[in-house]
């Protein structure tokens, strides 16, 4: 077990920054995913905490130990990587306890490595299969058993579950959070998916561009999102953005208007551009709001297109008049769509004309220039006429 730390690491290649001056304390025993879309860096920063690649500035430290001129051997990490490299002319003991006898522990030894490890990844009486005899989940637990039995400070594990299906993905996300339990080791987990990073991490560490853009516990990267940029990556589906301006009532859109005092929104004022951010989850018919302590006024909308999940409804909503929508807006990124979630019971259909309102202590100010959440719900702003319900609030 082990702590890592990341001091302004920065990898350059001849034109690109593929890590741009992370720092990063990840705590012993802690389990930490590197998320980010593709090409964030996500892999570079793994490969720099392996020995794999040297940060062209910075310093990468594991323990007490500084490891950045280390080779990877000596750092005591042990990887398991998307492709499942086991040698296929060798049975499932063999391939677990290669590493061991390469470097000459004694049989008994071994023996008692590949057995505990075999157990806690539940291959037992598997050890005589050759590979080509096992399924995909059951030579991802071979890798995996394959670094426990070297007994590592950190397990560094790189889209390990990425060319598994789905049922045996989620089914693996399962036993590695049980895997993290039992051995108490650090995990450092690299993953393109959000879903992924959500359900297993202790912290998220997400990534754009080769920036670290927040480091915190999933729930608290879904509630208070530090930027645009993990508002809209972390949450399936998106959360809704809005421009606007702020005004001295509150802030103003396109379409609708939600009344506050400007001056409780740290690092701006009126007239400057700010974007509203809000999760399809906290859109919510009129009718269906009656638990909201402080909805927003109504907004008038037209549904547009429905899609019924099973567990929830996904609805399009226009706010703008049909003739106003210009053809080519594209309707992912138009200013006139919000995306609202409801549940499977509510009598809705496409094309209708509805009254949806906002949760007010779920709505997320940005500032649209930098992208920096500027507040995370709007509760303790003071809000003109804070005593008039929806339908009275109607202009
Ligand atoms: P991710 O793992 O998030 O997909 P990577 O860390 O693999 O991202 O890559 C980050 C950026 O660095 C990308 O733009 C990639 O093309 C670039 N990159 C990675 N490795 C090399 C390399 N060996 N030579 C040149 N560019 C590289």
């Known amino acids: 077990m082990a702590r890592v730390t990341l001091e302004h690491v920065t990898k350059r290649y001849e034109d690109v920054t593929a890590v741009d001056d992370v720092n990063m304390e990840i705590e012993d025993g802690e389990f930490v995913c590197l998320v980010g879309p593709s090409g964030c860096g996500k892999s570079t920063t793994m490969e720099t905490i392996a020995g794999l690649t040297k940060p062209t500035e910075g310093r990468v430290s594991i323990g007490d130990r500084d490891v950045t001129n280390l080779a990877p051997k000596d750092r005591g990490v042990a990887m398991v990587f998307?492709?499942?490299?086991?040698?296929?002319?060798?049975?499932?003991?063999?391939?677990?306890?290669?590493g061991l006898r390469l470097r000459k522990y004694d049989d008994e030894e071994v023996r008692r490595r590949v057995e505990e490890a075999a157990d806690i990844v539940q291959l037992e009486g598997m050890l005589e299969r050759m590979p080509d005899e096992m399924s995909g989940g059951q030579r991802q637990r071979v890798a995996i058993a394959r670094a426990i039995v070297r007994n590592p400070d950190v397990f560094l594990m790189d889209e390990p579950l990425a060319n598994l299906d789905a049922k045996l993905r989620v089914h693996m996300r399962t036993e590695l959070q049980r895997l993290h339990r039992q051995l108490e080791t650090t995990i450092i987990y690299v993953t393109h998916d959000q879903a992924e990073a959500m359900t297993m991490s202790?912290?998220?560490?997400?990534?754009?561009?080769?920036?670290?853009q927040q480091i915190a516990p999933?729930?608290?990267?879904?509630?208070?999102?530090?930027?645009?940029?993990?508002?809209?990556?972390?949450?399936?589906?998106?959360?809704n953005f809005v421009a606007g301006e702020l005004t001295r009532d509150g802030l103003e859109t396109e379409n609708f208007s939600v009344e506050f005092d400007p001056t409780g929104v740290p690092g701006a004022g009126p007239g400057d551009a700010v974007t509203l951010g809000v999760r399809p989850e906290d859109v919510h018919l009129v009718d269906h709001a009656d638990s909201l302590a402080r909805p927003t006024r109504r907004i008038e909308a037209r549904s547009d297109v429905l899609e019924p999940m099973g567990d929830e409804i996904f609805v399009y909503l226009v706010l703008a008049d049909q003739a106003e929508r210009s053809m080519e807006e594209d309707p992912l990124e138009s200013p006139n769509q919000l995306l609202m979630s409801v549940t499977p019971d509510t009598d809705i259909g496409e094309d209708r004309d509805l009254e949806v309102v906002l949760d007010r202590s779920k709505i997320h100010l940005f500032d649209t220039e930098t992208g920096d959440a500027l507040l995370h719900g709007l509760d303790d702003l003071t809000e003109p006429d804070a005593d008039t319900t929806p339908t009275e609030a109607e202009d």
């Open 218 to 239: 999933p729930l608290e990267c879904y509630n208070e999102p530090a930027n645009l940029f993990v508002a809209g990556f972390i949450g399936s589906p998106s959360m």
């Open 82 to 98: 998307q492709n499942i490299a086991l040698f296929p002319h060798m049975d499932v003991y063999d391939n677990i306890s290669f």
């Open 202 to 212: 202790d912290r998220i560490a997400v990534l754009d561009a080769g920036e670290l």
